[in-house]
């Protein structure tokens, strides 16, 4: 395992080799790399890699949204989500399930 003084000078695409070794792009490599990733709930860690962190891990789930069920992503999320909820705060977009705000909601009054 890595030291706290040794994880505060990688980014996260370092961080991932040192700690995993292989690429995030099947479901048991996401979920093994969410697991391993409880290292960075240590005090003395960055902000800044913690989030950079989970941002690789959302990014590599979105990109298999052409190959995976939309309950593996759902999942996945779910897991990454509960992993990171204490230590960094998640910002969703809400959801507008009405197709007339959806509609309206981009556009600026006018006066």
Do not use: A
């Not at 000078?9 to 080799?17: G, S, V």
């Not at 709930?41 to 950079?52: A, P, V, Y």
């Not at 995976?68 to 910002?91: A, E, H, S, Y």
């Amino acid at each position: 395992m890595l030291s706290i003084e040794e994880i505060k000078d990688l980014d996260e695409k370092e961080l991932l080799e040192k700690l995993y070794g292989k690429k995030l792009d099947t479901k048991n490599n996401i979920l093994e790399y969410i697991e391993i990733s409880k290292i960075l709930k240590q005090d003395g860690i960055q902000k800044e890699i913690i989030e950079n962190t989970y941002d690789l891990i959302n990014e590599s789930i979105d990109k298999m949204k052409s190959k995976v069920k939309p309950n593996t992503i759902m999942f996945l999320q779910n897991k990454l989500k509960d992993q990171f909820r204490k230590v960094i705060i998640i910002k969703q977009e809400p959801k507008i399930d009405n197709t007339f705000i959806r509609f309206f909601r981009p556009s600026k009054p006018r006066g």
